[in-house]
């Protein structure tokens, strides 16, 4: 297991697959609350479904009704596990911290470089860690 240290911004633990974006995300119009898809067109992960999964993407975008949005994927059940930005900006951070979802930013090293798409990782919001269990990728 390898430790990467966040500032936390949201409490709680996630623990899922990754899935990656280089993108920001828009919650309002980007991501369909009742299903968990990405739908915002050309997007890096459009198609891909949030749900259950540990979301790394730069940081938000667009209105901050998407804070709603992402409380609407959480009584959906559609929502994901835990959000990790490089930055974290005001729609998502209060998005995830109504919703529960927990939340860091400001990774100490590059997740682009360490996390792929399907690593298991566990974002603890507490202490401000990610833990990454395995490299196993999904196909």
């Known amino acids: 297991m390898q430790i990467i240290k966040c500032r936390s911004i949201s409490r709680g633990i996630g623990k899922g697959k990754v899935l ?12 369909d609350p009742k299903t968990g898809v990405v739908v915002e067109k050309g997007h890096a992960i459009e198609g891909e479904c949030i749900s259950g999964k540990v979301l790394v ?6 209105s901050t009704v998407g ?8 009584k959906n059940g559609k929502a994901p596990v835990a959000i990790v930005n ?3 900006e005001p729609i ?16 100490e090293t590059d ?7 399907g690593t298991v990782a566990e974002v603890d919001g507490e202490k401000g860690e990610i833990r990454v269990y395995a490299f196993s990728c999904v196909r």
């Open 20 to 31: 990656i974006s280089k993108d920001a995300i828009s919650f309002l119009g980007g991501v």
């Open 57 to 62: 993407f730069p940081r938000g975008k667009g």
């Open 67 to 74: 804070s709603y949005v992402i409380l609407q994927l959480k």
């Open 86 to 88: 490089l930055e974290a």
């Open 92 to 107: 998502i951070a209060v998005g995830a911290i109504i919703s529960g979802i927990p939340m860091a930013d400001k990774p």
């Open 111 to 117: 997740v682009y470089a360490m996390l792929k798409n």
